[in-house]
Nanobody, 121 residues
Framework: QVQLVESGGGLVQPGGSLKLSCTAS????????MGWYRQAPGKQRELVAV???????NYQDSVKGRFTISRDGAKKTVYLQMNSLKPEDTAVYYC???????????????WGQGTQVTVSS
């Protein structure tokens, strides 16, 4: 029905930058909310940055001023520009979207496969 495909992860030195992208495809009527979460080894998955259903951008406190979420609605794509990366940003980053799907009622939650971001010297 719906696929989320992420790209842009990799290895970067502290202070460096990376840009993640995620594109949603499938039988999508509309995208309500879309954004990024991350999960570090031994830790729970946490919100990084997300566009809410109301169109607002919300950020985790630890990334405010360093990360920027943006989107291309026509392409159903969301981006995460990550600057001034720190070792503690190391995690698998997952794209998440709440979408309305043709032929099904309600809003459905989907996850991408994840992309590894490693910040290390």
């Amino acid at each position: 029905q719906v696929q989320l495909v992420e790209s842009g992860g990799g290895l970067v030195q502290p202070g460096g930058s990376l840009k993640l992208s995620c594109t949603a495809s499938g039988t999508i009527v509309s995208v309500n909310a879309m954004g990024w979460y991350r999960q570090a080894p031994g830790k729970q998955r946490e919100l990084v940055a997300v566009f809410t259903s109301g169109g607002n951008a919300n950020y985790q406190d630890s990334v405010k001023g360093r990360f920027t979420i943006s989107r291309d609605g026509a392409k159903k794509t969301v981006y995460l520009q990550m600057n001034s990366l720190k070792p503690e940003d190391t995690a698998v980053y997952y794209c998440n979207a709440d979408v309305r799907v043709w032929g099904f009622e309600g809003v459905h939650d989907y996850w991408g496969q994840g992309t590894q971001v490693t910040v290390s010297s």
